[in-house]
């Protein structure tokens, strides 16, 4: 199966400071990709959808200038989490989709950010 | 995409089979029932998924009632590595940019 892969798998940061996590697709090309967050003990809440040489577009709620997203080519997205504060502490996940006919969304293992 | 309704937890012995069942009561004629999987801290990993007929693949078997209102996630013979949260996602096969919209799951514990 395609696989995605993300880095770093885990990070610790100071308050303020800002952070990037990268998203890979390693053996096919994902013409767009998304950005999920998940907070202990709930469900994968979607932040993001982004398609590769455009701006994402971003679910409400999420700030989209303090979560920057850019997907500049067909196997590279990157998610950079500015200013980041404690509450940002959360699993990032990504996922992958490659262009059609298929439709099959493949996931990243996971970035653990943990903000002090 | 149709909603889904799981149980939120479940036990099963190890070596039993493991039956999730998940209510979608509300899905259209194009949509697709998809299972994914969430082991703790890892990303989630697809399962199966299935239209109308009953699915089987080396994980696991998909058996979608005949109004397609619920399906039943089988795993065969269930092993500790099974334990995870369990995801029902009804969706339209041809998506386009629409990404998987995750509910809240079946938690199964698997025990020795």
């Known amino acids: 199966g395609a696989v995605v892969s993300q880095h770093p798998s885990r990070v610790i940061c100071k308050s303020g400071t800002s952070v990037k996590i990268e998203c890979r697709s390693l053996?096919?090309?994902?013409?767009?990709m998304f950005w999920y967050r998940q907070f202990p003990k709930q469900s994968l809440m979607l932040m993001a959808t982004s398609n590769e040489g455009s701006k994402a577009t971003y679910e409400q709620g999420v700030e989209k200038d303090k979560f920057l997203i850019n997907h500049a080519s067909l196997t590279l997205s990157t998610l950079t989490v500015t200013s980041a504060h404690p509450e940002d502490s959360s699993f990032y996940i990504c996922?992958?989709?490659?262009?059609?006919?298929?439709?099959?969304?493949?996931f990243g293992p996971g970035t653990r950010l943990t903000v002090l | 995409d149709a909603k889904t309704t799981q149980p939120p937890s479940m036990d099963c012995a190890e070596g039993r089979a493991a039956n999730l069942p998940c209510n979608h009561s509300?899905?259209?004629?194009?949509?697709?029932v998809y299972w994914y999987r969430q082991i703790h801290s890892q990303g989630p990993q697809y399962i199966i998924h299935g239209l109308k007929n009953n699915e089987t693949n080396e994980m696991a078997s998909l058996i979608i009632t005949e109004d397609r209102k619920s399906s039943t996630l089988i795993l065969p013979h269930a092993t500790l590595r099974d334990t995870a949260v369990y995801y029902c996602?009804?969706?339209?096969?041809?998506?386009?940019?629409?990404?998987?919209?995750f509910g809240k799951g079946t938690r199964l514990s698997v025990i020795a």
């Open positions: 996922s992958a989709r490659p262009g059609q006919p298929s439709n099959e969304q493949f």
């Open positions: 996602i009804v969706r339209v096969a041809k998506t386009g940019n629409t990404p998987l919209v």
């Open positions: 509300t899905i259209s004629g194009n949509e697709y």
């Open positions: 053996d096919f090309q994902a013409t767009t």
